[in-house]
């Protein structure tokens, strides 16, 4: 068992609770030793490759090769340690603290180390993922993260430019409808699924979740009332497959959330979706209109939940995004989900979770949900 200091997205919570579900999933043993608002300690058997990639909430991963306060111990673990892979007689190292008092001590041992084995060195600051992936981290350049009294180098970076790629690669998308990769792939992970099983999402849009659910070998039905958001899911998955070589499986159905258990005959492993959020905002709504926005979402969020649970295998889960409207006044109107989950027989697998900046006029809550 080695650890890993595993560095959080703009969503710690979420990307917290992701990390759990994802594990979990894998039936992968793990064990989260400590944790902030930034980062997660954990220890794992094996860090896998796919791990970061799978990851929608983890910006890098490092593995820790110091564990102590004693300086005189912090330089002998960091001189057994191969730090500087490359070549070259020139490289950029960066240091990053988290609640540390130890990163002077790390700074100080790192520029006498290049020095002493001839390479020019530059500390820049903060290695963020898009410089890591462009100077090709793992043998041009030193990324190093502090946590307390652990030292970790970066051994695994999210690509952000391969997910850009596919994001704009995609032959047919309506941005304004469409969800990120980065939600994306966090919600297939709170959902557990795993290769080989099947999800749902009933309101499939361009067919981004999709997409993601079949990049990691999961089958995937979508369904989407709007004939055009099916056809762009096509196109899309098409491309998805011949692009990358997939073989995963696809079900589409141009057909309303309300008939979902009409046309869905085989017994699923999860759903994951985004819903029908309520009318586009150009502005903020006052209290009253956003009480009937929200009513009139509600009676179609307590029709999907029952309509999935007759075909939602026993213990599997849901991830869904629930709409949060903000209002002229400075408040915010929801519907009861927790106890519109409960009536309908779903235990909640964690606390929901806000996402996304408090700036946007939508909010958004990410509940997980467990079929009883």
């Not at 209109?289 to 307590?302: D, F, G, N, Q, V």
């Amino acid at each position: 068992m080695k650890n890993y200091l595993f560095v959080l997205g703009r969503d710690p919570e979420l990307s917290k609770i992701e990390i759990e579900s994802y594990f979990e999933g894998k039936n992968e043993e793990y064990q989260i030793l400590d944790s902030n608002d930034s980062i997660i300690s954990i220890k794992l058997k094996e860090l896998k490759q796919e791990v970061i990639h799978d990851l929608g909430g983890t910006v890098k991963i490092a593995e820790v090769i110091s564990a102590t306060l004693r300086p005189d111990e912090i330089e002998q673990n960091l001189e057994k340690y191969d730090i500087y892979k490359g070549t070259s007689n020139k490289t950029e190292y960066y240091v990053t603290g988290y609640n540390t008092g130890i990163l002077d001590i790390v700074e100080d041992y790192l520029k006498d180390y290049f020095k002493r084995i001839k390479v020019k060195a530059t500390h820049r600051h903060e290695g963020e993922p898009t410089k890591l992936i462009k100077k090709e981290y793992k043998e041009k350049v030193v990324d190093v993260v502090v946590f307390k009294n652990q030292v970790g180098v970066t051994v695994a970076v999210t690509d952000v430019i391969e997910q850009k790629e596919r994001d704009l690669g995609r032959p047919n998308v309506d941005y304004m409808k469409v969800i990120s990769i980065r939600l994306a792939k966090i919600l297939v992970n709170l959902s557990k699924a795993r290769s080989g099983n099947t999800i749902l999402d009933p309101f499939c849009g361009s067919g981004t979740i999709l997409q993601e659910s079949m990049l990691r070998g999961i089958n995937v039905i979508g369904m989407d009332i709007d004939k055009e958001a099916i056809k762009q899911t096509t196109e899309n998955l098409e491309w998805l497959k011949t692009t990358y070589g997939i073989k995963t499986s696809y079900v589409l159905h141009n057909k309303n959330s309300r008939d979902t258990s009409k046309f869905v005959k085989t017994m699923i492993n999860g759903v994951v979706t985004e819903p029908y959020m309520g009318p586009y905002i150009r502005k903020l709504p006052n209290m009253m209109e956003a009480r009937e926005t929200i009513e009139e979402l509600r009676e179609i969020y307590s029709n999907l939940l029952s309509e999935i649970y007759n075909i939602l295998k026993p213990g599997s889960r849901v991830a869904m995004v629930v709409p949060r409207l903000k209002t002229l006044e400075g408040k915010s109107v929801a519907m009861d989900f927790e106890n519109m989950a409960k009536e309908h027989k779903y235990t909640l697998a964690y606390r929901p979770v806000l996402y996304g900046s408090n700036k946007n006029k939508l909010g958004r809550e990410i509940y997980v949900l467990e079929r009883n």
